[in-house]
């Protein structure tokens, strides 16, 4: 199993631009979560996903979408690109909330910097 | 005040010291992870607990519900223990059931030969 991947590992965008952020999950994963981790600061929740078709937003959601069209897949787009949203992202899964026992599996990250 | 301190932010010791690490929450939770994040960035999951204590090889963590709060200790400790080692809460974050993780801001910890 590759666990959770990330593409690409490293972006520069201008101001305005917009992109999408991948993340492929193949363990069958009911949730998955992205994050943004800024300098000194802990993980922050941008949105999350309980399974297919379903998302809801975390703490900081303001300037991204995201989409669950499969198990597998969650991308999180960024429309209008601004320097506040340079930061370092981490896609997560976990299986679900079974009763006692929901450890995340983590994706590499992508270190986006915006111009 | 965040939900989530964790002390010391930075530690640096001998290779062979016992290391210890703190994490307090001011929040109701359901569990208690500890992670590690390596220095290139990726991040990986060493406990969750939700009472007591759990042990993997030289890493032990305990939990303290009533006190809210929780160690990471590390016995006999490496050059390649140094990493940033992050504390998160689980707690419920709607009326479905959703819980979501609060982070702290981590403790980088450097271990020297």
């Known amino acids: 199993n590759a666990g959770v991947t990330q593409t690409p590992k490293f972006r520069i965008l201008k101001i305005g631009q917009s992109m999408t952020l991948q993340c492929t999950q193949d363990?069958?994963?009911?949730?998955m979560y992205w994050y943004r981790q800024d300098p000194g600061m802990g993980l922050k929740l941008i949105y999350y996903?309980?399974?297919?078709?379903?998302?809801d937003k975390g703490e900081v959601p303001n300037g991204y979408n995201v989409s669950r069209s499969t198990t597998e897949d969650f991308p999180l787009r960024l429309e209008l690109a601004a320097p506040s949203q340079t930061s370092v992202y981490f896609c997560?899964?976990?299986?679900?909330?079974?009763?006692?026992?929901?450890?995340?599996?983590f994706g590499p990250g992508t270190r986006l910097t915006v111009l | 005040k965040n939900e989530v301190e964790q002390s010391p932010q930075n530690l640096t010791a001998q290779e062979g010291e016992f290391i210890t690490i703190n994490c307090s929450y001011s929040?109701?939770?359901?569990?208690l992870h500890w992670l590690q994040q390596h220095p290139g960035g990726g991040i990986v999951s060493l406990f969750m607990?939700?009472?007591g204590k759990k042990k993997h090889g030289r890493l032990i963590a305990t939990i303290n519900i009533q006190e809210k709060h929780s160690s990471l200790h590390i016995t006999a400790s490496h050059p390649r223990d140094s990493a940033v080692y992050i504390c998160?809460?689980?707690?419920?974050?709607?009326?479905?059931?959703?819980?979501?993780?609060?982070f702290g801001t981590g403790t980088r910890l450097t271990i020297i030969p």
């Open positions: 929040v109701g939770i359901s569990a």
């Open positions: 996903s309980v399974g297919a078709g379903i998302t």
């Open positions: 997560a899964s976990s299986l679900g909330r079974t009763s006692g026992y929901n450890e995340q599996f």
């Open positions: 363990m069958n994963h009911n949730y």
């Open positions: 998160a809460v689980r707690a419920l974050i709607s009326n479905f059931g959703n819980e979501k993780l609060t």
């Open positions: 607990l939700s009472s």
